[in-house]
DNA sequence: TCTTATTAGTTACTAATTGTAAGTAATTAT
DNA sequence: ATAATTACTTACAATTAGTAACTAATAAGA
């Protein structure tokens, strides 16, 4: 019973977007080109699921890979035209955010 | 090692809000108060999972239930003031879809 | 030579979340 | 008595996420 009346687009645009991590390491991406160590110690994501993230952000054109073959190797990431798109959108989930949420306090003991 | 220099209330936000469905139900509430019913035949969701996704928005004060004692009982749920200060987020979050995302063509027996 | 360090992952395994399908309560219609 | 309607639950299987240890390639240090 699923007349769905969704564009396929915005339909699947949102999976991908509304995986976990997604939006937070275009987030990274945002200020310039990070490594994968870099990403990894910026939000409390695993290795085993940056590495299929970015596998993802990859061959969905919103993310590059450059390789740069030193001694050890490094290899930097960094948003395409497509991932740049999203900064705006970025920027106001942010605010909203910022304006919005509110933490659950720690119970302190006094 | 995770020297989290990201605002807490934006990860919480993003943690929230990039469950699997939640942007898709709140967009389908931004024409208006929807029923159950009407939400699980909008969107390919399970009813277990809609269900436990209004919860969650209810208890974040994005989303509010109403109930009509009729026979058989009618619950209407609507967006609250913060969840409708995501408009403009999700209007321009389905325009970069419609914009770039691409979809696989179906492969037709000819 | 052997050990340690570094980067960017991968692997194996467990835990948590999702999907599927059937069931429930209350009441009216047939 | 049976079926229909709505808004969910429940039980269980399948998929995804989290954790921790491991790998390859190379260099520096003891």
């Given at each position: 019973m699923d007349q769905s009346t969704l564009c396929p687009r915005f339909e699947k645009g949102m999976q991908l977007l509304s995986k976990r991590w997604t939006v937070l390491i275009i987030y990274q991406l945002l200020s310039g080109p990070k490594r994968f160590g870099t990403i990894e110690s910026s939000i409390p994501i695993s290795g085993r699921l940056l590495s299929e993230?970015?596998?993802?952000?990859?061959?969905?054109?919103?993310?590059?890979?450059?390789?740069?073959?030193?001694?050890?190797?490094?290899?930097?990431?960094?948003?395409?035209?497509?991932?740049?798109?999203?900064?705006?959108?970025?920027?106001?989930?942010?605010?909203?955010?910022?304006?919005?949420?509110e933490l659950e306090e720690e119970t302190t003991v006094r």
């Open positions: 993230r970015l596998k993802d952000l990859e061959s969905e054109g919103i993310v590059n890979r450059h390789i740069y073959p030193e001694i050890p190797v490094r290899i930097e990431y960094s948003l395409t035209e497509k991932g740049f798109a999203l900064e705006p959108i970025i920027r106001d989930m942010e605010q909203w955010c910022k304006q919005w949420i």
